[in-house]
């Protein structure tokens, strides 16, 4: 199972449009990977997904001549098969689970500097503040709140 979602900034002018990039880009690249075999659910994986979602959005911003702040977006994944689960996000959204011990919240939503900043994964120092969770269980229940 993959879900991805994401919450365009509201000051940002394409927001709308950067979340759908993101999250159509987040998708394709699982599909490769899985078509290809390869699926560690990992740190690298959640790394090479928000990676790949940039150069989209950098390659988008550049061929509209904008600045890429305009696609500004917040973004939550997870991933879950039998070999485990695998949760990212950058910003203040959140991700509830249940890996089969009730609900829970496994990363804090992100907060920025000042009231009603986050962070988004068009921010220079995205990669960086990329916060995952890992488990060795199958998730059983998802729900994505922004």
Known sequence: MSVFV???AGSASQGGEGAMLAVNE????M???VQGGELGLNDVLATDIVLT????????AEAKELAVRDFACTFLGLISSANGTLIMQIGDGGVVVDLG???QLPLTPMVGEYANMTHFIT?????SRLDTFTSTERAHKV???F
Do not use: N, T
């Open 123 to 127: 921010d220079e120092d995205a990669v």
């Open 6 to 8: 994401a919450d365009g």
């Open 101 to 103: 011990h009730g609900l």
């Open 26 to 29: 987040a998708m394709a690249y």
């Open 143 to 145: 729900a994505q709140l």
């Open 31 to 33: 599909s490769q990977k």
């Open 53 to 60: 979602i940039r150069q989209r959005l950098f390659a988008e």
